[in-house]
């Protein structure tokens, strides 16, 4: 993983934009959350292999990002974006890590199935 | 407390999750192994909605499966277990899985072993739900079976109320001579380890590391008559 270069998140969601995708959107504060410190809320949510299509999408803020997406019937949005996969070429795997390095928020777009 | 040490030749570990062997169990498991015991260990999941990446982060939600496929067999070769199994259940997901898929394949296991212990988490006093879930899922499984069929179970608890509600563990073992091993085995999962709850960045020192990790300490399961959970 990489942190993410903006400019380059753009041209990859312009490259995927307007095609059927699947999504995979995740948010969490892990399941060990409220054991670790009983003040913290625990909450997570994730979705897998949704189909979705977009018209628009960008990348936005000056890191950690927001990406938002325009599907045809409503929004995706992710915030808190700081690490891209830089080996794929293909699909558009970006996380968002936390000073700790945990994984705290993914968005990923593919033209196959995770 | 019986005589762990030999009595157990055929033990049967249920966890969900690649690292719960390491942090719960590797020395107890050693140890057998070191005294002849054959270990199977059935992991539900990859673990592959972990959080930890490695740091910094060397992983994604795509390439964490494999990665943490490979440091579960790694951790295995540290400890001299002998057989894993990956059962392919999705991380996270144990509690909603189809129950009876669960525990057909828990009883499968079951009945090829025949092991006289089985070690799993204990239900309801775990904090993961993958954990609490694949505990219930040993302990109903296990339930099935007649009395006289059913292995020990020790169970792993760690809750912040466990010990109000189940007391203290009545199975403490002493993994000391075995320590080596169990932090072979925690450092194998190399996406995990460095993670500030768990080990962290700084390099512990021998008594640190004795008093963190030197006991295991697990519950007997105390099935009522029927085989159900005791209340």
């Known amino acids: ?114 | 407390m019986k005589n762990q040490q030999t009595e157990h030749q055929r033990i049967l570990v249920v966890f969900p999750h690649p690292d719960d062997e390491a942090f719960a169990a590797s020395g107890t498991l050693a140890m057998y192994i070191d005294s002849g015991a054959q270990v199977t260990y059935a992991c539900l999941t990859l673990g592959e909605m972990g959080r930890n990446m490695g740091i910094p982060p060397f992983a994604s939600r795509v390439t964490l499966p494999a990665i943490r496929k490979e440091e579960l067999a790694a951790s295995c070769l540290a400890i001299g277990i002998q057989d894993l199994r990956m059962l392919g259940f999705h991380d996270k997901m144990i509690e909603f899985e189809d129950q009876q898929r669960l525990d057909n394949e828990i009883m499968a296991l079951l009945k090829e072993l025949s092991p006289s212990l089985v070690i799993t988490f204990y239900p309801g006093y775990s904090v993961h739900p993958d954990h609490d879930a694949t505990g219930a899922a040993v302990i109903r499984t296990i339930g099935r079976l007649s009395a006289a069929e059913r292995p020990l179970v020790h169970c792993v608890a760690f809750a912040n109320n466990h010990e109000q509600a189940i007391g203290k563990a009545d199975v403490v073992v002493d993994v000391t001579a075995f320590l080596e091993k169990k932090m072979a085995s925690i450092r194998a999962h190399r996406s995990q380890f460095q993670a500030a709850e768990l080990v962290g960045n700084r390099e512990l020192t021998y008594e640190e590391t004795r008093t963190r990790f030197g006991t295991e300490p697990f519950w007997t399961y105390r099935f009522d008559q029927s085989g159900g959970y005791e209340t």
């Open chain 1, 1 to 114: 993983m990489q942190p993410i270069t903006p400019q380059d998140i753009q041209i990859r969601i312009d490259q995927l934009a307007g095609q059927d995708l699947y999504v995979h959107l995740e948010l969490t504060t892990g399941a060990y959350a409220s054991h670790l410190d009983s003040a913290r809320h625990p909450a997570s949510a994730f979705i897998s292999n949704a189909e979705v299509r977009y018209t628009q999408g960008s990348i936005s803020g000056a890191g950690p990002y927001r990406v938002g997406l325009k599907t045809t019937r409503g929004w995706i949005y992710a915030e808190g974006l700081t690490h891209v996969d830089e080996m794929e070429k293909e699909r558009l795997i970006l996380a968002g890590h936390d000073s700790q390095g945990k994984l705290i928020v993914a968005l990923q777009l593919s033209r196959e199935t995770f």
